[in-house]
């Protein structure tokens, strides 16, 4: 039973445009959400989160909102860049908890193209 | 800047043999976990340790033990390997325990044959 899901394995977008990545949870006990960034042959890495208090944060290119009645968040990414193309993980967990309470999404595989 | 260190990158393993993963880092970190993940699938959580001499489980230990007697080093190790152990891993580090703060490793990838 997976409690964070991304129901797109991946998306394509053209440079300049908005890529929105979505993300849809089941477990109402979470209140903190985070996106990683994955790149083929690295490791994950942080790249924004929002706590449940909010339904936006930005920094710089990327927006993430939160839709706690739905469930459902999603990352947006304007405009995008070619150097934007990797796998986006969805993570959430009760509280702002490290990686001992982190629930994962399966990942969307984003493509820019120039 | 070395950060969080694994080796090896890939290996190949007959089922049955076992082996250790290493990592190591270098940021003082409390903090350590051992993630895998299988295809299509998020990160699983295998074990995790919150400071020397101290581990606990995760979500999908069976088949892994763990160690953490320095601060910078956290092998997992795989006892009589099986072919649904096939997977990516990472390591990670974090000073916090704040998700914003975790830092993972490059990856090894296992092959179970």
């Known amino acids: 039973d997976q409690q964070v899901k991304q129901n797109s394995p991946s998306l394509s977008v053209q440079e300049g445009r908005i890529s929105i990545l979505n993300c849809d949870y089941t477990?109402?006990?979470?209140?903190?959400f985070l996106w990683y960034k994955k790149y083929p042959a690295e490791g994950p890495t942080f790249l924004i989160s929002?706590?449940?208090?909010?339904d936006k944060n930005e920094d710089g290119r990327f927006t993430v909102f939160l839709n706690k009645s739905a469930k459902h968040l999603s990352l947006h990414i304007v405009p995008s860049q070619p150097g934007d193309s990797a796998v986006y993980f969805c993570?959430?967990?009760?509280?702002?908890?490290?990686?001992?309470?982190?629930?994962f999404g399966g990942g969307t595989r984003l493509m820019v193209k120039p | 800047n070395a950060g969080v260190t694994q080796t090896p990158k890939f290996r190949i393993l007959k089922i049955g043999q076992s082996m250790t993963l290493q990592c190591t880092q270098d940021m003082n970190h409390n903090y350590m976990y051992w993630y895998r993940q299988d295809p299509g699938m998020g990160l699983k959580l295998i074990y995790y340790s919150v400071g020397a001499g101290i581990t606990d489980k995760g979500e999908v230990p069976n088949g892994y033990n763990v160690s953490r007697t320095t601060t910078e080093d956290f092998p997992l190790r795989l006892e009589l390997a099986a072919p649904s152990q096939t997977s990516v891993y990472f390591c990670a580090s974090s000073r916090y325990l704040i998700g914003d703060t975790i830092y993972f490793g490059e990856g090894s990838w296992l092959t179970v044959v």
């Open positions: 993570a959430a967990s009760e509280a702002n908890n490290a990686g001992n309470m982190l629930t």
């Open positions: 929002i706590s449940s208090i909010k």
């Open positions: 477990n109402s006990m979470f209140d903190y």
